[in-house]
């Protein structure tokens, strides 16, 4: 039983001598800045190539009152070419 008391308060004295020596380093652990659960951005599909893209990436075009986003100009232009055939 005096083994344990002793192991007991030699950890004890172990973890407030590490405490004190630590008191003035920076913390390590890595803080995020942003609210937990907060969204960063969301993720939109090209209508022309369907793929996923953050929307802040995209590249937006207005067609008659729809604000569409695509995930590069190529994709926006071939979309646009597309219609422009349908159209007539």
């Known amino acids: 039983m005096r083994i344990l008391i002793i192991l007991g308060l030699i950890y004890v004295a ?3 001598i590490k405490s004190w020596m630590l008191q003035g ?3 390590k652990t ?3 800045r942003e ?3 907060e969204i960063d951005d969301v993720m939109v599909k090209d209508p022309y190539c369907e793929v996923y893209f953050p929307k802040r990436n995209g590249v937006h075009l207005n067609v008659k009152g729809n604000d569409l986003y695509f995930c590069s100009t190529e994709c926006r232009n071939k979309f646009i070419a597309k219609n ?3 159209d007539v």
Do not use: I, M
Request: hydrophobic share 25%; aromatic share 6%; no cysteine.
């Open 25 to 27: 380093e920076p913390s």
């Open 30 to 32: 890595k803080v995020s």
């Open 84 to 86: 422009s055939k349908r």
């Open 35 to 37: 609210a937990a659960g």
């Open 14 to 16: 172990y973890r407030a």
